[in-house]
């Protein structure tokens, strides 16, 4: 793997989104999440170039500034390690400013706007699978919506790893664009497969209404 670059690049736009930053790691039919900070989606520019990008924080820093879809941010942040390991592309971001604030009120989604809650109560809440298609097409502003970059232990005896993203809804269940997808499907030692079905999400967030 190409060692990346460690130096800062500067940048600055428009937030379309706030997102929980969470890793995965999954060991066949056991699962453990590491609540690392939020990813910022931004419409702007980095060092030379304009687009869209995605920036991670951690938790302090999404404390101290409340961060929302709307404002106007700069900051100055280094291209990720591993982009196995990280939704972002770019981490170890400092310099962070608001530029701009929100005028309005963030409208009654979906998607859902507004600033993000603390960690603990995504853990609290709890998700649901959620179709990568569909949240590519309407749920990567919400601040429901989550990309998990997911580390597969396939054989904790000889350990070994592989690497995916899965798509995760910490949402209301009434939310009218959510779609679960297929069932995923994790792989385990001597080609055994868990596969994880409904009961897993409906266990997961029982303790849930449905407008919750």
Not at 8 to 36: C, M
Not at 94 to 122: I, M
Not at 175 to 198: F, H, L, N, Q, S
Request: glycine share 10%; with cysteine.
């Amino acid at each position: 793997m190409k060692k990346p670059s460690t130096a800062k690049l500067a940048w600055q736009g428009r937030l379309l989104g706030v997102q929980p930053r969470i890793r995965l790691l999954r060991s066949f039919d056991e699962r453990t999440h590491n609540y690392l900070g939020y990813v910022l989606r931004i419409e702007g520019s980095l060092g030379d170039e304009t687009g869209e990008f995605l920036v991670a924080i951690g938790k302090a820093a999404q404390e101290k500034h409340r961060f929302q879809a709307g404002m106007v941010v700069s900051g100055a942040s280094v291209p990720v390690a591993d982009p196995r390991m990280e939704t972002a592309g770019y981490y170890k971001t400092s310099g962070l400013k608001v530029l701009e604030e929100v005028a309005d009120e963030a409208p009654a989604g979906p998607p859902f706007h507004g600033v993000p809650p603390d960690l603990p109560t995504y853990r609290a809440r709890g998700h649901r699978r959620l179709d990568p298609r569909t949240y590519e097409a309407k749920c990567t502003s919400c601040i429901w919506g989550c990309r998990m970059p997911v580390e597969l232990l396939i054989d904790p005896w000889n350990p070994s790893y592989r690497y995916r993203f899965e798509t995760f809804c910490y949402g209301p269940k009434s939310c009218m664009c959510y779609k679960a997808g297929a069932p995923r499907k994790v792989p385990g030692r001597k080609g055994m497969t868990w596969v994880e079905e409904d009961w897993v999400d409906e266990e997961e967030t029982a303790h849930r209404g449905p407008d919750e």
